[in-house]
Each structure stands twice: as structure tokens, then as C-alpha cells.
């Protein structure tokens, strides 16, 4: 079985421009989550999908970030404009069952 | 807000075995996970335990949960060098079972 896929891995932006991510999940898996880990901290939670609608977004800087799942399957995260403290890791994951949910390897962003 | 805590720093002999301690707050958490990440690496899965489960054993990795005290462990029997990561422990935030709230990890490292 594949694994979650996530492009581009790295990413080098100029603060003030956008970015976007994209993220496919495991098929079938109904659940999709965007995380964002900055530097020594644990994942945070961005927002999370069922199928294609938002579930939660609670933690989503919606003035600057926008995330989309379309057709409920894969997913793009945006950034515009990014600061320079959105240097970090953006992890999606998939899940089709609440308690287990598989990580992808992440988009490595830098803002300069 | 809810919070996970655990040790920054773990160094053991290979072959030895390793414990890696958490506590948290949520006390409505009803899953508990642990995760690994190899460097630029997403996170692994490693095991989930449930809230009424007081132990869990797979394989190498025996898992511990004093639910009074809001404490969990890690424990990983004859460490090999493979083991060398970050483990993060998770709670499941007791609103939305699919909302994992991270500790800040665990980096242990093994010594040949």
C-alpha cells in the first residue's frame, strides 16, 4: 500500500510571496489532516478534513493560510504571504480510522 | 490549553534498554500514541494505547499508561542503534478523537 505523498519537500520563499503544498492520501482514507512543526516543537494541528469537508480549522491562520481537498481525496495547503515564521515542516496525514493516522514525509518550507 | 510533556534528551548503550516518559493534561484523552521520526523523515506510527488499557507490549516496545496520574512510558528493550530518533508522544484531544496534541519529542540516541 502507498504511503501518503506529499510535494514539493523543500520549498525556499521570499517573505510576502505565496506557496502551496499538495498532499495525496492512502486510498480510502476518508481522513486528511495538515500539520505544521516548527523547528524543536511537536506537530500542531492546521485543519482536518472528512472527505472534503472541513472538520476542524480552529488553529488555521485563515488571514494567510487556506487549505482545499477537493473531490475528497487530495489536498493543497496555501500560504500567501507568508511570514518568516512560517519557516517549518507542513505534515499531512491520512487516517480511515480515528485512531491511527499515517504521516507523510512532509514540505521542508524556508522564508527569507 | 491541553499540553504534553516530555524529556528533550535520552542517551543509553546499545543494548540496554530505553525509557521514554510523558505526561499530559487532557484527562478525557482516550487514545495515547507514541511516534517516531528519523531525521527529515515524517512520523511513524509506533503503537496507540487505550485509555482503560494499563499496559501494552509489541514486540520490543512495552507501553505503560498510569491513567490516575496522567502518565505514560515508553519502554524499548534491547536498544540498537536503529532506534535513534525523536519519539513524540500524542494524546487525542477528547473534543475531536482525530486531533493528536504533541509533546515537544524525546531525541534519544544510542551508543555503539
Known amino acids: 500500500e502507498a504511503g501518503v505523498a506529499q510535494s514539493p519537500r523543500y520549498k525556499i520563499i521570499e517573505k510576502r510571496q505565496s506557496v502551496a503544498f499538495w498532499c495525496n492520501p492512502i486510498?480510502?482514507?476518508?481522513?486528511l489532516y495538515w500539520y505544521q512543526q516548527i523547528l524543536g516543537q511537536g506537530p500542531k494541528l492546521l485543519i482536518q478534513?472528512?472527505?472534503?469537508?472541513?472538520?476542524?480549522d480552529s488553529q488555521l491562520p485563515k488571514d494567510r493560510f487556506s487549505a482545499e481537498r477537493l473531490k475528497g481525496v487530495d489536498s493543497t495547503l496555501k500560504i500567501q504571504p507568508a511570514k518568516l515564521e512560517d519557516s517549518a515542516v507542513y505534515l499531512c496525514a491520512s487516517s480511515r480510522t480515528v485512531y491511527e493516522q499515517y504521516f507523510g514525509p512532509g514540505t521542508r518550507l524556508t522564508v527569507t | 490549553g491541553e499540553d504534553v510533556e516530555q524529556s528533550l534528551f535520552l542517551s543509553v548503550r546499545e543494548g540496554d534498554s530505553s525509557v521514554i516518559n510523558c505526561t499530559y493534561t487532557d484527562s478525557s484523552s482516550t487514545y495515547l500514541y507514541w511516534y517516531k521520526q528519523e531525521p527529515g523523515a515524517g512520523l511513524q506510527l509506533l503503537t496507540y494505547i487505550f485509555s482503560n488499557m494499563d499496559m501494552k507490549q509489541d514486540q520490543r516496545l512495552t507501553v505503560l499508561l498510569n491513567k490516575k496520574d496522567k502518565h505514560l512510558s515508553l519502554r524499548i528493550a534491547d536498544t540498537q542503534t536503529g532506534d535513534s530518533a525523536i519519539y513524540f508522544c500524542a494524546s487525542g484531544d477528547g473534543g475531536s478523537q482525530g486531533n493528536l496534541i504533541f509533546g515537544k519529542g524525546t531525541k534519544l540516541s544510542v551508543k555503539p
Open positions: 478534513f472528512q472527505n472534503n469537508g472541513v472538520v476542524d
Open positions: 486510498s480510502g482514507h476518508a481522513t
